[in-house]
């Protein structure tokens, strides 16, 4: 199974947020474990990841900086900020909210 477009849409930001909050890391990096924790059915577009990593630094919510991995090419490493620790907790409370709610149009049987 994967995950649409427009399932997503609305969430990249607080995805990545989820990752950051583990630890700082770089794009291909953060995708490779949203694939991985999705079981393959979650994943974005490049532009998609990059795109977003440019608004939410200019929000305040990240940070970035070089890396020096030492051969090869060098990475843009990112950082979550304490406004996106809180913004972060912001989105995971109004996730859980929003299932609820979800769940009682969705899954409840007449």
């Known amino acids: 199974m994967s995950l649409s477009a427009d399932i997503l849409r609305g969430h990249t930001e607080t995805i990545i947020l989820a990752q ?3 630890g700082d890391s770089y794009g ?3 995708n490779k474990a949203v694939s991985q924790r999705s ?3 979650a994943g974005f577009k490049e532009a ?3 795109t977003a ?5 200019q929000n305040g ?3 970035s900086y070089w890396g020096e991995d030492g051969p090869g090419a060098r ?3 990112y950082a979550i900020t304490p406004a996106g620790r809180e913004q972060l ?7 859980s909210e929003t299932k609820a709610a979800l769940d009682a149009l969705i899954m409840k049987e007449d």
């Open 61 to 63: 919510m990240i940070t």
């Open 28 to 30: 291909y990096e953060i």
């Open 39 to 41: 079981g393959g059915a």
């Open 20 to 22: 950051l909050a583990a």
């Open 75 to 77: 990475r843009r490493y």
């Open 48 to 50: 998609t990841l990059y």
């Open 89 to 95: 907790a912001a989105d995971r409370r109004e996730w």
């Open 53 to 57: 990593f440019k608004r939410l630094e």
